[in-house]
């Protein structure tokens, strides 16, 4: 290294040098130019016999006394036998190494299920694991490392839904408690599994057995979403029709009950509502499954309106014209209850990712690209889900374990 005065350089100089080359600034700190006219820093020394060179970064983001910080690290450890490159090359290896070592919550989540995809006898557990974890989890801890998933984001993402949707909030915890176990076994993270139930969950959470029935439920459970529809076709007048197209498209009651044939296309199979008509300001073009076009070819036009379910006067209906037909229906439910079916049935039933499902029911992504993407290639999966939608809705279990296929006929 010499013996070399120090700081040599000043930041007026070294601001002033262009030309290419080395400049000392003593102690074995050099200010490099090169012939592309890129300008960094370099530490130089001799190690067993050999020269050696490591930079220290470029200028002016690593100033001159930073740099004269850094080389008098170097100097420091060249006193105390280490090599400085080696030692920052081992720095760097180790922090590979940890990151190697670490996975997000998503990450184990995916690596979990291929792990066990094989050993599950029904084909749809894994699409079933993988919406509900994407559906509840994901949003909340779906970027954190599964060694920091604690008690307390665990209770941020089963609080919300234990008591409104307690069989699939019980059965997420389940699945996440799974996750985490392997998740300890590889390595991943260490302690107490947080999502465990007994002698823990079951201190801060109400037994799933023991959750209050609440007596006005706002959303059939989708199992039961076939039985309704058939009783539903059962009903006479615009209410019910109105009803049921909502349900067929998970349209919003207001978007519904202010449809107009201008805005059907029958033979694309298409109805775009206006921004102006919905929530979020943006216009909304919902596939017709074919149940729904049936039920619209169905409907009687009346003169002088053009809405797709006009009142008696031909205006439009009031939300309380479909909240009548559920009571009177003995339906302790709200009309916007079943677009929460559809998410729970879409979510835990089927391979739609939830971008698809998210923008069938109008929601505004969070995530600028997600929501272009969304904009931009979703319609024709947005169909295929509304169909089999449809399809579902027309199967009703009876007992004896056959099903009943229903047909959209009304009276």
């Not at 076009?293 to 209906?317: C, H, M, Q, V």
């Not at 923008?359 to 889900?385: I, P, T, V």
């Amino acid at each position: 290294m010499g013996q070399h005065t120090l700081n040599r350089l000043s930041v007026t100089k070294v601001n002033a040098l262009i030309e290419r080359g080395y400049y000392a600034d003593g102690g074995g700190l050099y200010f490099r130019v090169s012939a592309f006219s890129t300008r960094s820093w370099a530490f130089r020394y001799t190690r067993a016999g050999k020269a050696r060179e490591m930079g220290l970064g470029a200028y002016p983001d690593v100033t001159l006394k930073e740099a004269r910080e850094r080389a008098a690290e170097a100097r420091k450890q060249l006193r105390e036998d280490i090599d400085p490159i080696d030692q920052r090359q081992e720095a760097k290896s180790a922090m590979i190494a940890t990151r190697a070592a670490v996975l997000t919550f998503d990450q184990c989540a995916t690596a979990y299920i291929a792990a066990h995809r094989s050993g599950w006898k029904n084909a749809k557990h894994a699409d079933q694991w993988k919406n509900t974890i994407s559906t509840y989890a994901s949003p909340i801890i779906g970027a954190v490392s599964v060694d920091l998933v604690s008690t307390v984001t665990l209770l941020k993402i089963l609080e919300p839904i234990w008591t409104t949707k307690t069989e699939t909030a019980s059965r997420l915890r389940g699945r996440i408690e799974s996750m985490l176990d392997w998740a300890t076994v590889r390595g991943y993270r260490k302690g107490d599994n947080p999502a465990r139930w007994k002698g823990h969950l079951d201190k801060l959470l109400a037994a799933p057995s023991k959750v209050r029935k609440i007596e006005h439920h706002a959303a059939l459970p989708y199992s039961d979403v076939g039985a309704f529809l058939a009783e539903l076709r059962q009903q006479a007048g615009m209410g019910a029709r109105a009803l049921e197209f909502a349900i067929l498209t998970v349209a919003r009651s207001g978007e519904v009950r202010g449809a107009t044939w201008a805005e059907v296309d029958i033979n694309s199979a298409v109805w775009t509502i206006p921004a102006e008509r919905m929530k979020a300001g943006r216009e909304h073009r919902i596939p017709l499954s074919e149940a729904a076009l049936e039920l619209l070819r169905a409907l009687p036009r009346i003169d002088g309106s053009d809405l797709l379910f006009p009142n008696t006067k031909g205006t439009e209906l009031s939300d309380m014209t479909l909240t009548a037909v559920l009571r009177r229906m003995g339906r302790p439910v709200t009309a916007h209850g079943f677009r929460s079916s559809f998410r729970d049935w879409a979510g835990e039933t089927t391979a739609y990712p939830r971008e698809v499902i998210e923008h069938a029911l109008a929601h505004q992504l969070k995530d600028k690209a997600e929501a272009a993407y969304a904009r931009g290639s979703l319609f024709d999966k947005r169909r295929r889900l509304m169909a089999d939608w449809a399809a579902y809705c027309s199967v009703v279990a009876v007992k004896g374990g056959t099903v009943v296929q229903l047909r959209g006929q009304h009276n």
